[in-house]
């Protein structure tokens, strides 16, 4: 079938994170093979992975559902569990935890059925990701951990050292910043022998936060730019925006308050394009944070109000805790620090500004 050969150049220029590249021979093989059931359910599933690692959640989330729906029609469940992955990790990325965690749980029996090992350990990742957005950590962790070990009995390194990232992230999430920094450090030695640059700017962006945790505010800035100088070749704003929102809170640390706003306006608008609802949250917490510094207390109350009620809105349990502790800490209250015991997370800010992990 001649379409295969569009649907492999696109996946190549995909792994090399080429993503336009690869979107501009997807959308001309789609009308190309319109007639072709098999070959489009592959490019919508290709598209589907494209968008999604530009952050056009709500497009790739139609891509997904389009190759469900053909993969039910041609009966190809395995094709159908793949589908489901990625409408659950496209559903992730706007903040619809729960939803995610459903249709993995469903794809996840399908590849054990099938015995499918790789697909079962990347729906594991997933899983994990999932719990993590939720809040939910020391199972988050667990499961990275399940899904490592699975990927490093299968010799896949390139899908090790997304756990080594995942593991990282949630360690720092914890209050775990040394185990982090070793995580992502190992994820940052792996991605550079394997020359892949979308986990080399996620191990750069994740070992900037765990310096910053441990106070190397320094050598947090080093990282963050490395990180963004790869995330903007390859046109990543997802990830962009999380780590312009670091460096705002980095320069928020040390006193640098304009260039922080700067950077935090930066992250602000490229939430707003991938209509994240986590994400525009930390901005939040930051922005309540920035106002309270600047002395308008009534203005930074009102804001971190409606943070903590958008968190609590979507289910995002650590947000809601961040953004209840920022209040208690204008208050000069005792922070709730039994709102992160619960949660299993090992912090205690004790003043303002709070050093988000």
Not at 222 to 241: E, P, Q
Request: proline share 2%; hydrophobic share 45%; glycine share 8%.
């Amino acid at each position: 079938m001649a379409s295969m050969d569009d649907i492999e150049k696109a996946d190549i220029l995909r792994e090399e994170a080429r993503y336009k590249e690869a979107l501009a021979v997807i959308q001309p093989a789609l009308k190309k093979y319109a007639k072709d059931a098999e070959a489009i359910l592959r490019l919508h599933l290709s598209a589907g992975h494209v968008r999604r690692m530009l952050g056009d959640f709500a497009m790739a989330a139609k891509d997904y559902s389009k190759a469900a729906a053909l993969a039910k029609k041609e009966a190809d469940e395995s094709a159908r569990a793949d589908a489901l992955t990625g409408l659950a990790l496209s559903l992730r990325g706007q903040g619809r935890w729960e939803k995610a965690l459903a249709l993995l749980e469903e794809a996840r029996s399908v590849y054990v059925k099938n015995k499918d090992r790789e697909a079962t350990a990347f729906v594991l990742w997933s899983i994990a990701g999932a719990l993590r957005i939720k809040g939910d950590v020391p199972r988050a962790i667990a499961a990275f951990q399940k899904a490592k070990d699975l990927f490093a009995a299968l010799r896949d390194r390139h899908a090790e050292g997304f756990c080594l990232n995942g593991l990282g992230g949630a360690s720092r999430i914890k209050g775990d910043y040394a185990a982090s920094l070793k995580f992502y450090t190992g994820a940052n030695r792996l991605f550079k022998k394997l020359g892949d640059p979308f986990g080399l700017a996620y191990s750069y962006c994740g070992i900037g936060n765990a310096l910053r945790m441990q106070g190397d505010m320094q050598g947090a800035l080093g990282n963050f730019k490395d990180a963004l100088k790869i995330y903007n070749r390859i046109g990543d704003i997802v990830s962009s925006s999380y780590t312009l929102w670091s460096v705002s809170k980095t320069y928020m640390m040390t006193g640098k308050l304009a260039l922080s706003l700067k950077h935090l306006e930066k992250a602000e608008a490229l939430f707003a394009k991938t209509k994240d609802p986590r994400g525009k949250i930390y901005c939040m917490i930051s922005r309540a944070e920035l106002q309270w510094l600047g002395g308008r207390q009534k203005q930074a109350h009102k804001t971190a109000n409606q943070a903590a009620a958008q968190a609590k809105k979507h289910g995002f349990q650590v947000e809601e805790c961040h953004a209840s502790t920022v209040l208690a800490l204008m208050e000069d209250a005792a922070p709730k620090k039994s709102c992160y015991k619960t949660l299993g997370l090992s912090l205690a800010p004790a003043s303002l500004p709070f050093n988000i992990p």
